[in-house]
């Protein structure tokens, strides 16, 4: 079954510090792959997506993201982590249909 | 920046009754989604909404979920005999190409049944 995997329920960092989300995807045709910010009592709002271009995309927030094919992979990573940026982050991946399917998502906790 | 409004933030309804969750998507989009969260859960596809039609719907979306389009701003969702296990936040989404160009989440209702 088509699916994607988010490794960490939970990750913190540090501020300033290297941040990097995981994400693995299960398929046998290419996906087309999102991340997703929420924050408290919002909605999802995207960050950035892959859609067969670019294989490093960059999304808002100074996220970027790389698609790496032969890993199955699609991790978030931010340089150096800010105390705005704690919120819980979704992969998403779609393949053929009009729906996307979710991670379990993981919060990002930044410490001063 | 453009945003889907939903009402209300949060509604409270008896196991039983029916309940309509409302959402006005942006304006120039075409393609309209609405999904779940249980709470501690996954992110699940409920149903996708173009031209007027379903487009597809997941297995949780049965007899009991219905969509509409009504005005031609608004999109709805009605739950016609709610059950305890349909208390989550509901999130209305739409875009203006569909899926491959990302979509805009509204805010979310949180529904409780009880």
């Known amino acids: 079954a088509q699916s994607v995997t988010q490794l960490g329920s939970h990750v913190s960092v540090s501020e300033g510090a290297l941040v990097l989300l995981r994400c693995n995807y299960s398929?046998?045709?290419?996906?087309?792959l999102f991340w997703y910010v929420q924050y408290p009592n919002q909605g999802l709002q995207l960050l950035l997506k892959?859609?067969?271009?670019?294989?490093l995309v960059k999304g808002i927030n100074g996220f970027e993201a790389e698609f790496k094919k032969s890993e199955t992979s699609f991790h978030l990573t931010k340089p150096s982590a800010h105390m705005s940026d704690a919120a819980e982050y979704f992969c998403a991946v779609s393949y053929n249909t009009d729906k996307l399917i979710f991670g379990t998502g993981t919060r990002l906790q930044v410490f001063p | 920046e453009p945003e889907v409004t939903q009402t209300p933030s949060h509604q409270v309804t008896q196991m039983g009754q029916e309940v309509i969750l409302r959402c006005v998507p942006i304006s120039n989009h075409l393609y309209f989604y609405w999904y779940r969260q249980i709470l501690g859960q996954k992110v699940e596809f409920l149903v996708s909404f173009y031209n007027n039609e379903i487009s597809e719907k997941s297995e949780i979306f049965d007899d009991q979920f219905s969509v509409e389009r009504p005005d031609g701003s608004n999109f709805t969702l009605k739950i016609r005999s709610t059950k305890l296990e349909d208390s989550a936040m509901y999130f209305c989404?739409?875009?203006?190409?569909?899926?491959?160009?990302?979509?805009?989440f509204g805010s979310g209702t949180r529904l409780t049944v009880v």
């Open positions: 989404a739409s875009s203006d190409r569909g899926r491959n160009y990302g979509y805009t």
């Open positions: 398929s046998s045709v290419p996906p087309y």
């Open positions: 892959y859609t067969s271009a670019a294989t």
